[in-house]
């Protein structure tokens, strides 16, 4: 068992081989499932990607629109009441409101499904219905950050000198806001969207268990308890990249979009 | 006229003191309604911790099967019984202490060590800042819950294993501030006058750099107090953070999951003290940060 395994080398020969089989795309096999581990994860990828996507598509949405009328009324009253939700949702433990949410929506109302991810067979509305929750769930920290950070980066470029010059010439207050204030407010905003879509991907750990719903996190969650190290050193080794890749692609975007950061000159 | 003079500086004096009260972070502070607020719900408990065993029965993990998922305000339990008929209410304020022993406690740890590496790292610069930031990258590459999780994989649950755990997930993040900070705090005169007038490094450090990143480290503790009663009560929820029967509002929330049908109390009681908590530490370290760096004020 020890040597199949390659227990009785040492730990340097050990994460040698690892790290080369890993670079072959050999991440091990997983003892619980006796799969591949790539294999496991590459089935559950696109399940997590189904939650994480539209959750953070519906939190951008619901963000953007809520920070920037919260900016442009600020000091009424619904920008009181939407910052201090914006507050609350930053704070909210997750797995709480998925509990919650099931209490009220599957238990008590009897309206969504609680657990699983539907079949595709019943038709996709069974997949939609059974997304709803946990979507839901995910996307509130999500919702909140944007809605915070959109009203704050909008504050600051409302008051600016270009924003000043674009209402003296007589353009229209709504085009003036969502076209050239939102432009010039979106670097902060797209720190923060891949920010929070890598952390989506983490906080799938929490939500999945919540939800029984079969992605990355539940696939982690299991492997822990059933201490499947080749298939946590996996997960994590892919949700790592991610991480860094989504970084990555942030920093690109946003030398893109802001022609004031430059990489190279080190300004 | 020399004792006109006088009065006058004496009154002029009065008014600097005055105004320097007024404006002292601890004045403008108790001005922001909103900080006060995350204040008050913060006192409130850390007082319920500290009082636990004058306040309760002092026996958080006494059994009553007979008096199971009682509920509210039944057979005088406040906030009703769990599965295994333990005052519920007594168990809350016993989970805060553990709360917010772990939070406080992970933000020590990674708020020494996280200043200590921010220091060295901002100061020395070359080869030294460069080792020690790519480390810190690295480390980052880890989403912090999963971190924290990987952590306790290889630890064990029990209390200090999970203050350990939060504790070293937050030491990148609170370096990468720290370092920031002494980048800008090192070109300022008064540090090139300090080399120039020979004082040693370690001295330079902690007596000149050290207490001007002070405000940025409070404000960001205060903020990640918050994410640690969090990251703990996630860990708890998952099994992994602190063991049962031991209250802490992670593990009372994993066993109101498990009751959810029979119990919803149990789950929607644990849950909302740490939502209170967590947005008191928010609403406090956002206030911190108007009053400490008034450019962040928005």
């Known amino acids: 068992m020890r040597e199949t395994m390659g227990l009785d080398e040492p730990m340097l020969i050990q994460y040698r081989d690892y790290m080369l089989n890993v670079l072959r795309g050999d991440f091990g096999k997983s003892y619980s499932y006796n799969k591949p581990v790539l294999e496991l994860i590459a089935g559950r990828i696109p399940n997590t990607l189904l939650l994480a996507l539209p959750a953070i ?92 950070i959109t009203r704050s980066s909008i504050l600051e470029s409302i008051h600016g000198d270009a924003i000043r010059a674009l209402r003296a010439r007589g353009i229209r207050e709504a085009i003036v806001v969502w076209k050239y204030a939102l432009k010039s407010a979106l670097p902060p905003i797209v720190t923060v969207l891949g920010l929070q879509l890598a952390s989506c991907f983490a906080g799938a750990i929490l939500t999945e268990t919540i939800f029984s719903w079969p992605g990355m996190g539940t696939l982690i969650v299991g492997a822990i308890d059933n201490r499947d190290y080749a298939l946590i050193q996996g997960a994590v080794l892919v949700i790592a990249l991610a991480f860094v890749v989504i970084n990555m692609i942030v920093d690109v975007v946003y030398m893109m979009i802001n022609p004031k950061v430059s990489y190279e000159g080190g300004k | 006229m020399e004792k006109k003079l006088g009065l006058d500086q004496q009154s002029q004096e009065e008014i600097v003191k005055r105004e320097r009260k007024a404006n002292s972070a601890w004045n403008k502070l108790k001005r922001n309604k909103t900080a006060m607020m995350g204040l008050v719900v913060i006192c409130i408990m850390v007082l319920g911790a500290l009082l636990a065993p004058v306040i309760t029965g002092g026996k958080p993990n006494e059994i009553h099967p007979v008096d199971a998922y009682l509920k509210f305000f039944e057979k005088g339990h406040i906030f009703g019984t769990d599965e295994f008929g333990r005052d519920l209410f007594t168990r809350i304020c016993y989970g805060a202490r553990v709360s917010l022993l772990v939070a406080v406690g992970a933000t020590i740890v990674g708020g020494f060590f996280g200043v200590a590496l921010g220091l060295i790292s901002g100061y020395a610069g070359g080869v030294i800042d460069s080792v020690i930031m790519r480390i810190m990258d690295g480390l980052l590459a880890f989403p912090f819950i999963l971190m924290s999780i990987i952590l306790m994989t290889v630890l064990g649950s029990g209390i200090f294993n999970v203050i350990l755990a939060i504790g070293i997930a937050e030491i990148p993040r609170f370096a990468r501030v720290v370092r920031g900070q002494v980048l800008i705090v090192k070109q300022e005169e008064y540090c090139n006058a300090g080399k120039v007038i020979g004082i040693s490094h370690p001295r330079m450090v902690i007596f000149h750099i050290l207490p001007n990143t002070v405000s940025e480290v409070i404000v960001y503790a205060t903020l990640n107090i918050a994410s640690a009663i969090i990251s703990e009560a996630s860990l708890s929820f998952l099994g992994l953070g602190i063991e049962l029967p031991t209250a802490s509002w992670g593990s009372i929330l994993r066993s109101g999951r498990d009751c959810l049908n029979t119990a919803p109390h149990i789950a929607a009681i644990s849950g909302l003290f740490i939502l209170l908590t967590v947005i008191g530490f928010n609403l406090l370290g956002d206030g911190i940060r108007d009053v400490l760096d008034p450019k962040m004020k928005k």
Not at chain 1, 57 to 76: E, F, K, M, T, Y
Not at chain 1, 90 to 118: D, E, T
Not at chain 1, 132 to 144: D, K, Q, R, Y
Request: charged letters at 5%; hydrophobic letters at 60%; glycine letters at 12%.
């Open chain 1, 57 to 148: 598509g519906i939190a951008l949405l619901i963000g953007l629109v809520i920070g920037v009328l919260s900016a442009v009324n600020q000091g009424s009253w619904f920008d009181y009441v939407f910052m201090m939700l914006a507050l609350v949702g930053v704070s909210m433990p997750i797995f709480w409101m998925g509990l919650m949410l099931v209490l009220l929506f599957s238990v008590n109302l009897g309206w969504l499904p609680a657990i699983g991810m539907g079949s595709a067979a019943k038709g996709i509305g069974n997949v939609i219905r059974h997304m709803i929750l946990p979507c839901f769930c995910l996307s509130t920290i999500p919702t909140a950050t944007f809605a915070r």
